[in-house]
């Protein structure tokens, strides 16, 4: 088996804007990322990437939602205050 090559990068380690991380997975786990992967016609990266940027997306929506409930509800609350004093 050849050696393998090492690439050579144009930029050093500090200066690249990928961050690496690395994930733990049972082997049953591993294996259905891997099809996903294969079915979608992706890299077992790419899959893991696009999934993570998903989650990210759906979670900063569901933080606004609620946010927007509170605000909703606070305005809520203040209006009825406002009108206990009209009576």
Avoid: C, F
């Avoid at 690496?20 to 786990?29: A, D, I, K, N, S």
């Avoid at 259905?32 to 979670?59: F, I, K, N, Q």
């Amino acid at each position: 088996m050849p050696a393998a090559r090492r690439i050579k990068r144009r930029k050093p380690h500090e200066k690249r804007k990928t961050v690496y991380l690395r994930v733990r997975l049972t082997e049953r786990h591993a294996e259905e990322v891997r099809a996903e992967a294969d079915a979608v016609g992706v890299s077992v990266s790419a899959w893991v990437t696009m999934a993570l940027r998903d989650a990210v997306e759906r979670a900063r929506a569901a933080r606004l939602r609620r946010q927007r409930a509170v605000q909703v509800e606070g305005e809520a609350a203040v209006a009825a205050r406002a009108g206990e004093g009209e009576e």
